[in-house]
């Protein structure tokens, strides 16, 4: 059964630290998609990153970079040099479109907390 | 441009009352969502439109009505809700779905937030 596991319910850290988020995934299907959204305090939910199951480089996004590893069916999500601005609700989520088209299946998601 | 606009941003309404929620976007995208969440839980999804046609309706109450006008607008109709509906109310647009063969990006609004008395 597809499932997605953000293990870490709350993680706080101080200014200027690393911090990585992590996903764990569970899927029987061969294509998929997987990916992290942002959720601020003010409630929008805002889009990070989509990833298929064929491709897994790595990305980097200014601070943010993103390691997908099928062989530990992880897609782990990393803030170098975090910001107060980083402080929101981070949501993983997959998507199967072959045998559940259009749902999103996210993670409980995990709260950043970064102090200054 | 992935701008997803909801109006209003909160609501707050009766058990006994009729309300409506709006979602909007100019993208081009011919799927919309609506979901529900919860304080603390991620987001559920309720409904899918694809080309205006309901194509995914979650098992949602009666109560809960949803209608595509057109390809930009998504509006979800109240009616006789329980406080347990309080909820934030997210819309969602994706430029399709169901195809099968890939999943497109899903790009939220600022949600509603409903609170049912």
């Known amino acids: 059964a597809q499932k997605v596991t953000q293990a870490q319910t709350e993680i706080s850290v101080v200014e200027k630290e690393d911090v990585t988020l992590d996903c764990v995934y569970e899927t029987r299907d061969t294509t998929y998609y997987l990916f992290w959204y942002k959720q601020p305090p003010s409630g929008e939910l805002v889009f990070l990153i989509r990833r298929n199951s064929f491709d897994e480089q790595n990305e980097i996004s200014g601070r943010y970079s993103w390691n997908f590893q099928k062989s530990t069916s992880s897609f782990n999500f990393t803030i170098t040099a975090s910001q107060v601005v980083d402080s929101a609700v981070y949501f993983c989520a997959l998507s199967e479109p072959q045998t559940n088209t259009d749902k999103l299946i996210f993670g409980t998601g995990t709260r950043l907390q970064v102090f200054p | 441009d992935t701008e997803v606009t909801q109006t209003p941003k909160h609501l707050v309404m009766g058990m006994t009352n009729k309300k409506s929620l709006k979602c909007e976007q100019h993208m081009g995208h011919r799927a919309m969502y609506w979901y529900k969440q919860k304080a603390k839980k991620p987001p559920e999804l309720m409904f899918v439109y694809s080309y205006e046609k309901l194509s995914i309706n979650e098992s949602v109450p009666s109560r809960f009505s949803p209608e595509c006008p057109n390809s930009s607008l998504l509006n979800l109709h109240l009616h006789a809700l329980q406080p347990e509906d309080s909820a934030l109310y997210l819309c969602?647009?994706?430029?399709?779905?169901?195809?099968?063969?890939?999943?497109?990006?899903?790009?939220f609004g600022p949600g509603t937030r409903l609170t049912v008395l």
């Open positions: 969602a647009s994706s430029q399709e779905s169901g195809t099968g063969a890939r999943a497109d990006t899903q790009y």
